[in-house]
C-alpha cells in the first residue's frame, strides 16, 4: 500500500471514530437526560429555600446602569425585534429627554429622524430604511399627580417591501447604526443575527425565555446569567418593568391596584420604563426580543387608556403577521411558529383575537415549521396558591383550537415561581397536548410564589376567582379525576410534573422536527448547572394536527 493510501486511510479511519464518538456523546445524552417520551411523570416539587427571597429590591434611579448616559438626541434604549420571517426585523430606539411633572411639553417627533444605516459590513454600512415615530404620555387629570411624557420612540423595519431580493439574508449577521445623520446624533455600530429560513432542519441554537422581570437586583443576575447562555432570540412572557408599582411622585408602592385618593385611575411612575430601556439595552441591541403584554403592562390612565407605554415602546410584526393588535400576532424562528396571545384583551370565540388566531394556525404549514409554540402571560395549568386559576376563562374559549392544532409547548409567566407540567389537555393527562411551561420568576420585585393551593387551608374559594375580560365567573370545581368534585387537589396534581420557587431562566434548544431540549437556569446556581431540564419529543404520527381543511376554509382567507 502507498504512503498516500495509508495516510487516507488513517485519515478516514480517525474521521470515523470522531463520528461514532460524537453519536455515542449523543446518545449518552439523550438517555441521561429524560424526555417526555418517558412520562407522565409522578409529581416533584422542589424544597423552597428561604435565603433565595434575596434582593427583591429596584435598582435605584441613582444606579449607573440605569442613568442616561447619552446626550442630545443621540439615540438610547436601542432594541432589536423580528418581523414574521428572516428577511426583516425592526430597530427601536429613544431620543431625547422624557419630562415629568406639573408642566410638560411633549417633544415634536417630526423634528428627529428615524433612520438606520445598516449591511453585512462593519464599515461601509451600504443599506438605508427610514421609519416612524411617535411620542406618548401619560396623563392623570387630578391635582397632586405628576404627569409624564416620552422621549421621542423611533421604530425602523429593515427590508424592502417593493423590491424582496434585497430583503435580509439568512442567519445572517448584521451591523447598523440608528439616529438622525442630520443633526449628528447617531448611535454606536451595533449588530445582529438574523433568523435561520424556515425549515425541518433550520433552527436557531437557543431561544431564552424570561418572565416578569422588572427590574430588580434579582433581575440583573437573571440577565447576567441569560447573557451567558449566549441566546439568539429572547421571548419576554410579560410583566416587564412594574412601574405600576410606583407612584407618580416615584413612590414605590407595594400593591397592585394602589390608585390616587378618590381617583378611578391606578398611578404608575413611567420613568421605570425609561431605566429598564437603558439597563436592557446591551442585550436587546443585539439579540432580537419578543414581548407579550402582562396585567402590569395595563396601565390606566385618562380617557380609558391602557398598555400606553407597551404598545409605543415596543415594535411588533402585526401588521405582517395579519393582526390588528400588539396584544397578539406570530412570527417564525426557522422551523418553529411562534405564536403570542393577549389574555388581557377579548378572547371569546366571537372576539377578533380569536378569529385571528384561527385563521394563522390554519396557515402554519407544518412542513416548514414542524414546532409551533404558544406564549401568554397567566397560566392555565397553575399548582400554586398565587393566581390559581386565574386564566380559566381563556382555557375554556381557547384550548381547544390550540390543541386541535397540535401546539407543542406553551410558555406562561405571572405566578412567581416555575412550574413544568407534563403533557395535558383539559387537566387530563394526554400525550398529544402540550407542555405547558411557567416561568414567572425573572426577578420582580412582588414576592415570590411558594404557596400551593394543594396544602391544606391554601385553595381559594371559586367566588374570589372573577375574569374582567369575560365580564363572569369559569373556573369551577373539578368533574372528573382524582380531584373530581373539589376546587382544588389534596396534592400535587397530576398535570403538574415539576415545580419550584426560584429566581432564573429558561432556554429552548430544538435540535430536530421532533426533538427539543428545555433547560432551567436558576439564578442561586454556578455556570453550567441546570434546575431541570428535559426533551421535550413531537410525535407527529401518533398526534396528528386534528383539524382537516376543507377548501374556502379560513387558510384560504
Known amino acids: 500500500m502507498s504512503k498516500h493510501a495509508l495516510t487516507m486511510t488513517f485519515w478516514w479511519s480517525f474521521v470515523f471514530s470522531l463520528a461514532t464518538t460524537a453519536i455515542n ?129 423611533h421604530h425602523v423595519r429593515l427590508t424592502d417591501v417593493f423590491l424582496p431580493y434585497f430583503g435580509l439574508k439568512p442567519n445572517t449577521r448584521y451591523y447598523y447604526r440608528c439616529g438622525d445623520p442630520s443633526i449628528s446624533a447617531m448611535s454606536d455600530i451595533y449588530h445582529f443575527r438574523t433568523m435561520p429560513v424556515s425549515g425541518p432542519r433550520s433552527y436557531p441554537k437557543r431561544i431564552a425565555v424570561v418572565g416578569d422581570l422588572g427590574l430588580t437586583y434579582n433581575t440583573t443576575d437573571t440577565i447576567s446569567h441569560l447573557k451567558r447562555n449566549k441566546p439568539d432570540l429572547v421571548l419576554l412572557v410579560g410583566d416587564v418593568t412594574y412601574a405600576n408599582l410606583y407612584l407618580t411622585n416615584g413612590t414605590g408602592s407595594d400593591c397592585y391596584d394602589c390608585s390616587f385618593p378618590q381617583t378611578p385611575i391606578h398611578e404608575t411612575y413611567q420613568p421605570r420604563w425609561d431605566y429598564w430601556g437603558r439597563f436592557m439595552q446591551s442585550l436587546i441591541s443585539e439579540t432580537p426580543i419578543m414581548v407579550v403584554e402582562g396585567n402590569h403592562e395595563i396601565e390606566k390612565q385618562a380617557a380609558n387608556q391602557s398598555f400606553v407605554a407597551y404598545s409605543s415602546r415596543f415594535a411588533f410584526p402585526s401588521e405582517e403577521s395579519k393582526s390588528s393588535s400588539t396584544f397578539y400576532y406570530s412570527f417564525n424562528a426557522g422551523g418553529i411558529h411562534i405564536i403570542m396571545l393577549g389574555a388581557y384583551v377579548p378572547y371569546s370565540k366571537s372576539a377578533k383575537q380569536y378569529k385571528w388566531l384561527e385563521k394563522d394556525l390554519a396557515n402554519v404549514d407544518r412542513s416548514m415549521t414542524p414546532w409551533l409554540v404558544a406564549v401568554w402571560h397567566p397560566p392555565w395549568y397553575n399548582s400554586y396558591k398565587a393566581h390559581y386559576k386565574e386564566a380559566e376563562c381563556m382555557r375554556v374559549e381557547m384550548e381547544e383550537l390550540l390543541y386541535s392544532y397540535g401546539v407543542d409547548i406553551v410558555f406562561n409567566g405571572h405566578v412567581h415561581a416555575y412550574e413544568r407540567s407534563n403533557r395535558v389537555y383539559n387537566y387530563t393527562l394526554d400525550p398529544c397536548g402540550p407542555v405547558h411551561i411557567t416561568v414567572g420568576d425573572g426577578g420582580n420585585r412582588e414576592k415570590m410564589a411558594i404557596e400551593h393551593a394543594d396544602e391544606a387551608g391554601n385553595c381559594p374559594e371559586p367566588s374570589s376567582i372573577y375574569d374582567e375580560s369575560m365580564d363572569g365567573f369559569c373556573a369551577t370545581n373539578f368533574t372528573s379525576g382524582p380531584a373530581a368534585g373539589k376546587f382544588c387537589w389534596d396534592r400535587q396534581p397530576d398535570f403538574s410534573a415539576f415545580r419550584e420557587s426560584s429566581f432564573g431562566h429558561g432556554i429552548l434548544e430544538v435540535k430536530n422536527e421532533t426533538w427539543a431540549l428545555w433547560t432551567w437556569y436558576r439564578n442561586q446556581d454556578s455556570t453550567g448547572k441546570v434546575g431541570d431540564q428535559i426533551y421535550i419529543v413531537r410525535q407527529p404520527d401518533l398526534c396528528p394536527a386534528l383539524i382537516t381543511l376543507p377548501k374556502g376554509s379560513v387558510a384560504d382567507i
Do not use: C
Request: charged share 20%.
Open 25 to 153: 456523546v449523543a446518545f449518552t445524552d439523550a438517555t441521561r437526560i429524560p424526555s417526555t417520551l418517558d412520562g407522565p411523570f409522578e409529581p416533584v416539587t422542589a424544597p423552597y429555600d428561604v435565603s433565595l427571597r434575596g434582593s427583591a429590591v429596584d435598582l435605584p434611579d441613582t444606579d449607573p446602569r440605569v442613568r442616561r448616559r447619552v446626550k442630545g438626541f443621540e439615540p438610547e434604549q436601542i432594541s432589536v425585534s423580528l418581523s414574521v420571517n428572516y428577511d426583516s426585523v425592526w430597530i427601536s430606539w429613544i431620543t431625547g429627554e422624557f419630562q415629568i411633572g406639573n408642566n410638560i411639553m411633549p417633544l415634536n417627533h417630526t423634528t428627529v429622524a428615524s433612520l438606520v444605516r445598516y449591511g453585512r459590513s462593519r464599515i461601509p454600512l451600504t443599506h438605508e430604511a427610514i421609519g416612524y415615530s411617535l411620542v406618548y404620555n401619560q396623563l392623570y387629570p387630578f391635582e397632586g399627580l405628576q404627569n409624564y411624557t416620552s422621549g421621542i420612540i
